[in-house]
């Protein structure tokens, strides 16, 4: 399954390193779990990481909980399931953030009552949208980032082009944002989590980075997170990350939309 991965991609680019000891694998579940190993990972009551079968996931018991309970994360044999593995060697601190907040949830409805955990929640809800589909904009100019949240597309990504690239990064989080970009379509837009930064930042290079990163992440998520907190980006329009980014490709507003008037989102 993982001969349809161009990894060549610049969005892939910051997973490679993770991906390379799994790849080749005969047995890849087994070297996720050997990657958890030497990282020494554990989720937020101090169980350790294990990648296991979906079957070891009970009925009727919600995915987040049994993580949660155990350490351990169920894993089918597709790429949503292989991303989301690689974001969790990639970004444990806050994989395992996301996953208190989404337990501390459950725990909460359930002494409300609310004992269907099928019923989500506004908490579990973001933390969803976050976990699948959230993309990480890093940067040190607040003026691009408006610039992003009120839609003005052509002004961040072309007019002020060299400033995006120079300020601004762009780190995919969301394993179902990974998946879809596997075979990428134009329209693909990602939750958008927006991280303000100093030059500092840029100062530094390869795992130092995605190490602060992590943790800046997991304590931004610490004091919870909601759907609102989210702005629309539509990915392949990151500057490099597609052929041909000029005024009319730009200039699509079936995919790079307008802001309403009436929308309250970030």
Request: include cysteine.
């Amino acid at each position: 399954m993982f001969d349809t991965i161009d990894w060549t991609k610049p969005w892939l680019a910051p997973l490679r390193l993770v991906a390379d000891s799994v790849l080749h694998a005969a047995d890849w579940l087994g070297a996720l779990n050997d990657a958890t190993n030497t990282l020494g990972l554990h989720n937020h009551r101090g169980m350790p990481i294990r990648f296991v079968p979906q079957a070891e996931l009970p009925p009727g018991t919600a995915y987040e909980a049994f993580i949660s309970a155990t350490g351990r994360v169920p894993t089918r044999e597709n790429l949503h399931d292989f991303f989301n593995a690689l974001v969790w060697l990639s970004f444990p601190k806050t994989k395992i953030q996301l996953n208190a907040l989404q337990s501390a949830a459950l725990e909460a409805s359930r002494q409300s009552n609310l004992t269907n955990q099928s019923r989500r929640g506004p908490v579990r809800d973001a933390a969803t949208i976050f976990d699948e589909n959230a993309a990480l904009l890093v940067s040190r100019d607040v003026a691009l980032v408006e610039s992003l949240r009120t839609h003005a597309w052509q002004h961040a990504w072309l007019a002020h082009r060299d400033d995006f690239i120079r300020d601004c990064e762009v780190w995919l989080f969301g394993h179902a944002l990974m998946e879809k970009l596997v075979k990428p379509f134009k329209s693909i837009t990602a939750h958008a989590w927006v991280l303000i930064v100093d030059d500092a930042y840029f100062e530094m290079h390869g795992e130092a980075k995605r190490r602060w990163l992590d943790a800046a992440v997991a304590q931004s998520l610490a004091g919870g997170l909601k759907t609102a907190d989210f702005s629309p980006l539509p990915v392949l329009g990151v500057p490099g990350w597609w052929d041909r980014q000029d005024e009319a490709f730009y200039g699509d507003t079936t995919v790079f939309r307008p802001k309403r008037q009436n929308d309250r989102s970030n």
